[in-house]
């Protein structure tokens, strides 16, 4: 990445939506692991050796990875869509329940 770009990056004349640029970056700067977990990134000796970073059965929580932002954005507006239009539908999980004694 070129020093230009970095500069446009810093001056918010560009963002940065791709995982891979981040990490780009990350090891441009020499980040230390603390750091990039932050980021939401893989340990630097853990990405570059095939590790625990990538074994996604070692975090449970983690059900989908996505490779940009934009397409988690649209998932998740597609499932909100999905819920929102069931719970307007008669019987939804949104509608009115009486309690029953």
């Not at 939506?17 to 441009?28: H, K, N």
């Amino acid at each position: 990445m070129t020093q230009g770009r970095v500069n446009e990056i810093i001056n918010r004349r560009r963002e940065v939506s791709r995982l891979d640029v981040y990490e780009r970056i990350a090891d441009g700067l020499g980040m230390p692991d603390d750091a990039r977990h932050l980021l939401g990134l893989a340990a630097g000796r853990e990405r570059r050796s095939g590790g625990a970073a990538f074994d996604l059965s070692a975090f449970p929580e983690v059900v989908r990875v996505y490779s940009a932002q934009t397409s988690a954005r649209e998932e998740i507006q597609q499932q909100a869509r999905a819920a929102t239009e069931e719970r307007s539908m008669p019987g939804g999980k949104g509608t009115s329940r009486r309690r029953t004694r």
